[in-house]
């Protein structure tokens, strides 16, 4: 419920640029990187793969972000437009005053306490996700496949 409500704070802020928190977060990083690929994008931001994929999507389809060539064709790199870079310079303003509001409600002692509490819940977060995950696609796997009960 807290994820939600403060998300929704900073979306309210960010409204009149037209971008969502996850959306801005996403240019932010790229912009702050010159260019990036999914899965920088996915482990540096710690959002799902489906989740950054559809939003990726949308902010290609709405030209703020355009794919760039990559020598290895299986990457997908990205980088800012001009239209994405004047959309990210509008909601920086937008973001620093639903984050001057976070401040003020919290206090900056609690702000302090509360991110390093969260970055250590993210931390085990991402850890479990992983462990969760197994092996990576195209990496061989040590455990054994079952065999189908049914003849194929």
């Known amino acids: 419920m807290a994820s939600r409500a403060v998300t929704q704070l900073y979306d309210d802020g960010l409204r009149p640029s037209g971008l969502r928190v996850t ?4 240019l932010a990083m790229i912009a702050r990187m010159g260019e990036a690929n999914l899965k920088q994008l ?5 959002i799902d793969q489906a989740t950054l994929t559809r939003s990726l999507n949308l902010l290609e389809r709405d ?8 020598h290895d064709g299986r990457i ?9 870079s004047r959309a990210l310079e509008t909601a920086w303003p937008l973001w620093a005053r639903a984050q001057d509001k ?4 919290l206090g900056t002692t609690a702000w302090a306490d509360a991110q390093r509490r969260l970055a250590q819940l993210l931390r085990i977060a991402v ?18 496949r079952r065999r189908s009960l049914v003849a194929g």
């Open 42 to 46: 996915e482990d540096t931001l710690a």
């Open 102 to 105: 976070v401040l003020r409600e």
């Open 63 to 70: 030209r703020v972000i355009e794919r760039v060539p990559h």
């Open 127 to 144: 850890k479990k996700r992983k462990l969760s995950r197994g092996p990576r696609r195209g990496k061989p796997s040590s455990v054994p």
């Open 76 to 84: 997908k790199a990205m980088r800012l437009t001009s239209k994405g």
């Open 23 to 26: 959306q801005f977060s996403i």
